[in-house]
């Protein structure tokens, strides 16, 4: 059972890798149709249709598909959470989520996943799991602690890619990690830095937090320099 309540308005971390760490996204199609899975399943829509069509479609998904089956569906929505970060690795990702509804994280992630997994294990002839049994939550208590969360899922995760050490001995170049998260598609870092807009986050109290990209950018350069993220280092995947 779950330890951790959801409670409307809260917010949450909530993260999951791939069983025996193996990774969950075969190629750059599949990263763009689980983005496409936490626009499509934060809804109270019956997910019936929804994974057929995910189903269908398989191994179709480009920034430009995704781009216009948003568009086309984004009348009507009732969302059951407020999305409001973003990271996918290649072998985990990473959502900072706020409780709107009752039982809506619940809801959402057991969508999610049931989901991309359809997907994944359709187009790739599997069965079986793909995902470390359920995924894993924090609670985020307090606004300091929301703010570090930001950077460690935007900056921190990508630059792992690049320093794979960097919790363990420190940042070597934080103008490097800065360009890459910068540069990093695949986490909501160019939103946060208005390089990009995106319908499937919505910044909430930290677009308030933030309200222009210097202040961000002028945050998470203090997070590396005092390696802050520290603080939080117990919600990394290891």
Partial sequence: MRKIKFI??????????GVDKRNIFGDDNDKWRFLQGLFLFNDEKSTANLLWQIKRDRGKATFGVLRDFIRENSSSRDPLVRICAICLMP????????????????????????????????????????????FKTALIDNETYLQYLLVYINIINPG?????????EGIKDIDAIMQFAKEYQWSTNPEYLNERNSIIIEKGLLGEFF????????????VLLGRKFETISHLALE
């Fill in 8 to 17: 409307k308005g809260n917010f949450y971390h909530l993260f999951n890798r």
């Fill in 91 to 134: 072998n985990h990702y990473h959502l900072l989520v706020e409780e709107i509804k009752e039982d809506g994280i619940s809801r959402f992630m057991h969508k999610l996943g049931t989901g991309y997994v359809e997907y994944f294990n359709s187009k790739y002839d599997r069965d079986g799991s793909l995902f470390q049994a359920t």
């Fill in 160 to 168: 792992q890619l690049i320093e794979p050490n960097l919790k363990e």
């Fill in 211 to 222: 309200p222009d990209p210097r202040k961000y950018q002028e945050f998470a350069k203090q």
